[in-house]
Every structure is written in C-alpha cells, then in structure tokens.
C-alpha cells in the first residue's frame, strides 16, 4: 500500500527559508513515474506546485519559479520541495502527490495523496 508522509512544514517569516520533505513507502520509490507538490490555501483549490520526474525532469508553476527547488533522493525514498524567499501568499496546507494519470499540473488526476503539512509565512 502507497503511503506518502510530508513533513517540515510550520510557521516563518517572510523571506525565510523552509524545507518540506515527503516519505514514500509502499513500493519502490525510483518506480513513482512523476511525484508533485501542491497547495490548497482556505477557500481555493489544491494548485500546483513543482513536479520532477523518475529521470529528474522538474516543472514549477510560475509562481514558486526561482524559488523553490524541487529534488527527490530515491535512497531516502524521499521528495524534497526546499521553499527560499517566501512570501505570505505562499501560506497553504502543502501535500505531496505521486503517479498523475494525466496532466502532472492537474490534482484531480494524481493516484497518491499525502495527509499535508501546514505553512505559514508571516509578513
């Protein structure tokens, strides 16, 4: 059974660095085709994050790029999203996520789910 643990998340200031880590188990972690990132702030709904591929092709959405670095260890069994810069608006319940169905950028599509961790950047 997939379980995907994310951990790291808590409470900053703005510009302040912040890594989130997300521990896969289940079945063997180089075999996860593509794992995500995403969050969901109070009342939106879940947007995309970053994404890197089982060969380390990595996609940011627009608003993170420069940022934030996603890398995965498959040693660790473990994707990292290493948060710099951050700014209020990139306060959400961030989750992690593995093996799309369909567009890597869509959460509706995406067959793992994490249970999230809160970030919280102050200004």
């Known amino acids: 059974q997939v379980q995907l643990v994310e951990s790291g998340g808590g409470l900053v200031q703005a510009g302040e660095p912040l890594r989130l880590s997300c521990a896969a188990s289940?079945?063997?972690?180089?075999?996860?085709?593509?794992m995500g990132w995403f969050r969901q702030a109070p009342g939106k709904k879940r947007d995309f994050v970053a994404a890197i591929t089982f060969n380390d092709i990595i996609y940011y959405a627009d608003a993170v790029e420069g940022r934030f670095t996603i890398s995965r260890d498959n040693a660790k069994n473990t994707v990292y999203l290493q948060m710099n810069s951050l700014k209020p608006e990139d306060t959400a319940v961030y989750y992690c996520a593995a093996e799309p169905s369909g567009n890597y950028r869509s959460a509706e599509v995406y067959n793992y789910w994490g249970q999230g961790t809160q970030v919280t950047v102050s200004s």
């Open positions: 289940g079945r063997t972690f180089s075999a996860y085709t593509i």
